[in-house]
């Protein structure tokens, strides 16, 4: 069965710091895409950021990136320059090739002033 | 704007009484999904719609039910055989269930038991 596992329940991080979310992942497919969504208190579901996986090079939006290390089936969130609107929930999530999202258990990440 | 949009968003219902969650798309979408968040969790998939009229069950659909008979709706069905239905619970759509394309999610709606 193809699961995902997020290791850290909940995390905290000074405003301006950097913080990095931890995402493994289990599958036989080689060719899959990879997700990390943000739900902040609001509940609405928003995504951050995406990764093929045919790709080698890590994604970048603004001040997320990630590193995605195929072989060890990693795909860690670092964000940089943390702003107290990042206080959210984090799931990392994977698309199968069945077309199926699947969604790690998030982790709870506060940004404090 | 384009979106989707869940009303209602809090729903309460009575034991032995079904309720239906209503989930509209205006984004074009073929692909509409239903998931259920409980507290501290992920999301769980109930069941999935990749065109008008077919729908495949998710990984708990037991106790719920679903029609796609227009593409920009797909109303999710809570029956009495849902024995804890207590959850958070979001739609979302995608332009295909085979593509890399991202799922947009609605707003969700909390289901609550009298």
């Known amino acids: 069965a193809q699961t995902v596992t997020q290791s850290q329940p909940e995390m905290s991080v000074q405003e301006a710091e950097t913080v990095t979310l931890s995402c493994t992942y289990d599958?036989?497919?080689?060719?899959?895409?990879l997700f990390w969504y943000k739900q902040p208190p609001s509940r609405q579901m928003i995504l951050v950021i995406r990764q093929e996986a045919y790709k080698q090079q890590n994604a970048t939006e603004n001040r997320f990136s990630v590193n995605f290390q195929k072989a060890a089936k990693s795909f860690s969130l670092k964000i940089s320059d943390s702003q107290l609107g990042d206080t959210a929930m984090y799931f990392c999530a994977f698309y199968n090739q069945g077309g199926k999202l699947i969604f790690g258990q998030g982790t709870e990440l506060s940004v404090k002033p | 704007d384009g979106g989707i949009t869940q009303s209602p968003k809090y729903l309460f219902r009575k034991e032995g009484q079904n309720v239906t969650l209503s989930c509209e798309q205006n984004?074009?979408?073929?692909?509409m999904y239903w998931y259920r968040q409980d507290p501290g969790q992920g999301l769980r998939l109930i069941y999935y719609?990749?065109?008008?009229?077919?729908?495949q069950k998710g990984d708990i659909a037991e106790g719920y039910s679903v029609s796609r008979e227009k593409k920009e709706s797909f109303p999710l069905t809570v029956t009495s055989a849902q024995k804890n239905p207590t959850a958070f619970y979001l739609c979302?759509?995608?332009?295909?269930?085979?593509?890399?394309?991202?799922?947009?999610f609605g707003d969700g709606t909390r289901l609550s038991i009298l």
């Open positions: 979302a759509s995608s332009w295909s269930s085979y593509s890399n394309q991202p799922q947009h």
């Open positions: 984004l074009n979408h073929d692909a």
């Open positions: 719609s990749q065109i008008v009229n077919d729908f």
């Open positions: 599958t036989s497919e080689n060719n899959y895409y």
